[in-house]
């Protein structure tokens, strides 16, 4: 029986044993020392961390200007790494990077990590940062994919649809419908691109035409999907999982795909800034953290370390980006620590991430939840094709409706009753209806957002 995982080799006349090079040959060895890594105990994975720690803060305090000053007053290269050293490093907020780019470049960047980049975040918050990486980076980005692909069990030969927002290159080969590897290391059948931005119909009839085993989408293109598609199953009968990305992954979009469509739903939590963070659990729904490229601490409001079932800011540092070293950076985003995994892993672990300040809904009383208004019992009322609920003051909230037809008042009152009842203190709903809602420049999409000072 031919094997099911196919290496990619250097040359034709080399088919046993195939003999992998360049980019796919280090990915290959990174992803195997990862499978060995993942094993380890917690505090094992720290001393390993510490040690690739050490090596960038020594670069970082030599060659960048920006942590010339605050490391040498606060971290002494000669004495060991600690937990307790670690946390006196300021937070490097998004508002640092924009402010300082150019002083957080290292003015003499190792030759040994490759070619060196030029990256921008989204900007889906209205403030997109800029920042350098390397091929070194980059190639853990993919060892970290392929570690996705080979947890969830992804056949190397099968079809592959990726609908997201595309860069240039993607979307030349969406336009001239030529396909492309997706699994680095190995021989993979077809991947195609399909732009984001196209109408939920029109992705339909594309996936149809393609019939891919495998999709990559956002949880919200996801859930519309499944809105639009009556059967998905029955109309994608190839459609063996979904990995989604980009944004929160709601239980109830996880539940749609994976109970009512039969399609199981693997999520990726990615940042450019630090590239993958954390990859489902192949156990279980929960997140192991990339422990081998990034550094993960999920903070209080008063800089502590959250305890398991705690909810906090995430603070990232990629290990291995020597070109911008982003130290302690505050991604924006929130998340929830999870317990030790049952799989026997030995990589941290959150629960859930939850998105950004500016999906927390801030109630009269003035704290602060995080909401969840149940498409498909909006749906259930009325016949709406996309909605947004937005909080426009401390005590009242838009609900901005796309919709199939005019809606009744009395349609009106059940999904005002519907909202509200998802609420624990009262607040007022007033519906407009929009022809569309448009995703944001980065091509995500929020079906809450806080528009108020505060939140």
């Keep these: 029986m031919?094997?099911?995982?196919?290496?990619?080799?250097?040359?034709?006349?080399?088919?046993?044993?195939?003999?992998?090079?360049?980019?796919?040959?280090?990915?290959?060895?990174?992803?195997?020392?990862?499978?060995a890594s993942q094993w380890l105990a917690p505090e094992a994975l720290w001393e390993r961390q510490a040690l690739q720690l050490r090596a960038l803060l020594a670069h970082s305090q030599e060659t960048v200007p920006y942590y010339r000053e605050r490391l040498a007053a606060r971290i002494d290269l000669d004495a060991a790494l600690d937990k307790a050293a670690w946390t006196e490093i300021p937070i490097l907020t998004r508002q640092d990077?924009?402010?300082?780019?150019?002083?957080?470049?290292?003015?003499?960047?190792?030759?040994?990590h490759g070619r060196v980049g030029t990256k921008q975040s989204s900007g889906s918050t209205g403030a997109p940062v800029r920042f350098k990486t390397s091929g070194v980076t980059t190639l853990f980005y993919y060892a970290n994919n392929l570690r996705h692909y080979h947890w969830h069990d992804y056949d190397p030969a099968g079809r592959y649809a990726h609908i997201s927002r595309l860069n240039a290159t993607q979307r030349e080969l969406s336009v001239s419908g030529k396909p492309v590897p997706w699994m680095m290391g190995y021989k993979t059948g077809p991947c195609y691109y399909f732009d984001i931005a196209r109408t939920a119909a029109e992705q339909q009839a594309w996936l149809q035409d393609i019939q891919p085993q495998y999709l990559t989408t956002y949880p919200s293109n996801l859930?519309?999907?499944?809105?639009?598609?009556?059967?998905?199953?029955?109309?994608?009968?190839?459609?063996?999982?979904?990995?989604?990305?980009?944004?929160?992954?709601?239980?109830?979009?996880?539940?749609?795909?994976?109970?009512?469509?039969?399609?199981?739903?693997?999520?990726?939590?990615?940042?450019?800034?630090?590239?993958?963070?954390?990859?489902?659990?192949?156990?279980?729904?929960?997140?192991?953290?990339?422990?081998?490229s990034v550094l993960v601490e999920i903070l209080d409001d008063a800089g502590a370390p959250c305890a398991t079932g705690e909810t906090g800011r995430v603070?990232?540092?990629?290990?291995?980006?020597?070109?911008?070293?982003?130290?302690?950076?505050?991604?924006?985003?929130?998340?929830?620590?999870g317990a030790p995994c049952g799989c026997g892993r030995g990589l941290p672990t959150v629960r859930r991430f939850l998105g950004r300040v500016r999906n927390m809904l801030l109630l009269p009383s003035g704290e602060k939840i995080w909401p969840s208004f149940g498409s498909r019992g909006l749906t259930a009322i009325a016949p709406i094709r996309q909605h947004q609920i937005v909080q426009i003051s401390k005590t009242a909230l838009e609900a901005r409706l796309v919709v199939a037809r005019e809606l009744s008042d009395g349609e009106e009152k059940a999904l005002a009753l519907h909202i509200t009842a998802?609420?624990?203190?009262?607040?007022?709903v007033a519906f407009v209806y929009p022809e569309a809602i448009s995703r944001s420049a980065s091509g995500k999409f929020e079906d809450?957002?806080?528009e108020i000072d505060g939140a």
Aim: charged letters at 20%; hydrophobic letters at 40%.
């Design 2 to 35: 031919a094997p099911r995982y196919i290496v990619s080799s250097r040359d034709g006349s080399l088919q046993w044993p195939r003999v992998p090079s360049g980019d796919a040959a280090t990915v290959l060895n990174l992803h195997a020392q990862n499978e």
């Design 97 to 112: 990077l924009q402010d300082n780019a150019d002083e957080l470049e290292s003015d003499a960047p190792p030759a040994g």
């Design 223 to 292: 859930k519309n999907l499944l809105n639009h598609f009556t059967e998905l199953r029955s109309e994608l009968p190839s459609l063996r999982a979904v990995t989604t990305m980009s944004e929160a992954l709601d239980d109830e979009t996880r539940e749609l795909s994976a109970n009512g469509a039969g399609i199981p739903v693997h999520d990726i939590y990615s940042a450019q800034e630090a590239g993958i963070v954390a990859l489902q659990c192949p156990a279980g729904d929960g997140y192991h953290i990339m422990a081998e």
């Design 315 to 337: 603070v990232v540092t990629p290990l291995h980006n020597f070109m911008t070293p982003l130290i302690r950076y505050a991604l924006g985003d929130f998340a929830e620590v």
């Design 422 to 428: 998802r609420l624990p203190e009262p607040m007022s």
């Design 448 to 450: 809450f957002v806080s």
